[in-house]
């Protein structure tokens, strides 16, 4: 693990503060709460604001003309217009969240690793965070955007969470992370079926780049185009120093794809995600999620 601050540093990187650590880390709580406003409460106003007025435009717009095409996407055709514009910024974003979806652990504790200061006065905070006593050793590397805020920070609206509001604006229902929003979840999974070939050849190939310690190639080649689209270049460039430097990294990611090629996924979506259940396999993620873009399979994160 010692890896991740050569790796930042080779992006100018700089030490993290105690206020961006908090911030950080009381987001990833936030996150595993499971509660939207306090999701909310940890992203910056400014970013929540700018959210609810760019969302509110397109549904003026769109009621001008007689539709309500996004409305109906992003909250349901039973949610009325005027009931929309009288949300505050907090009770939008909570609104959108039952649509939305972000993987979260619990942390009781973290370390600051290195932060990279991108535009507009935001950081890229890369920290360690530390599970409660009861939920076991495995510490887990995680990057939060953050914003000033006064004399503190805030995190900024994840760039996870803009894509997919963009995805249900548009209509795309193909990806990684729609089946697992609170919506989706509600109306129950599907049995599981024997892995596609494109998937077998995926996680061969994946084993073996890993295997042979080609992390670059892994991480420019195997992963979604949809993950690179919304990882930043250089938490990217971070990621795969952090997998060439650190055998324990390339070991959990190599046990991942041992374990799931012994597995069968479950599928959505016309069969462009599966999703492998790795629950109580002793990993610190309970699912591995794989989806097809242009007839290629990918993993998605």
């Not at 880390?25 to 940890?42: K, M, R, T």
């Not at 955007?145 to 004399?151: A, I, M, R, S």
């Not at 229902?173 to 494109?198: E, V």
Request: proline content about 5%.
């Amino acid at each position: 693990m010692a890896a991740y601050p050569l790796a930042w540093a080779a992006v100018s990187s700089t030490g993290v503060s105690m206020s961006q650590k908090n911030a950080a880390l009381e987001f990833l709580q936030a996150v595993a709460s499971g509660d939207p406003e306090a999701v909310a409460f940890a992203i910056h106003p400014d970013d929540l604001r700018a959210l609810r007025l760019r969302i509110l435009t397109l549904l003026h717009e769109e009621a001008k003309r007689g539709d309500s095409t996004v409305r109906n996407r992003l909250f349901g055709p039973a949610r009325p217009l005027d009931e929309i514009e009288h949300l505050t910024d907090t009770g939008f974003y909570a609104t959108l969240a039952d649509r939305l979806y972000l993987p979260g652990r619990e942390y009781d504790g973290a370390e600051g690793i290195a932060s990279i200061a991108e535009k507009d006065g935001k950081v890229e905070v890369l920290i360690r965070a530390r599970p409660p006593r009861d939920r076991g050793k495995v510490q887990v590397v995680n990057v939060v955007t953050l914003k000033p805020f006064g004399k503190d920070w805030k995190a900024a609206l994840p760039s996870e969470i803009e894509a997919q509001i963009d995805d249900l604006i548009a209509g795309r229902h193909g990806t990684s992370t729609a089946a697992r929003t609170p919506a989706a979840l509600r109306g129950g999974g599907r049995s599981t079926a024997p892995a596609q070939p494109g998937i077998i050849e995926l996680l061969a190939t994946s084993e073996k780049l890993l295997s042979e310690g080609k992390c670059d190639v892994y991480y420019g080649k195997q992963m979604s185009p949809n993950f690179r689209r919304v990882t930043g270049k250089k938490a990217l460039a971070a990621l795969v120093a952090a997998c060439q430097n650190s055998l324990g990294t390339r070991e959990m990611l190599l046990a991942t794809l041992h374990i799931v090629q012994g597995l069968e996924p479950r599928y959505e979506y016309e069969g462009q995600r599966a999703t492998y259940d790795l629950t109580g396999q002793g990993l610190p993620f309970d699912h591995f999620v794989l989806e097809q873009v242009d007839k290629h399979w990918y993993v998605a994160e």
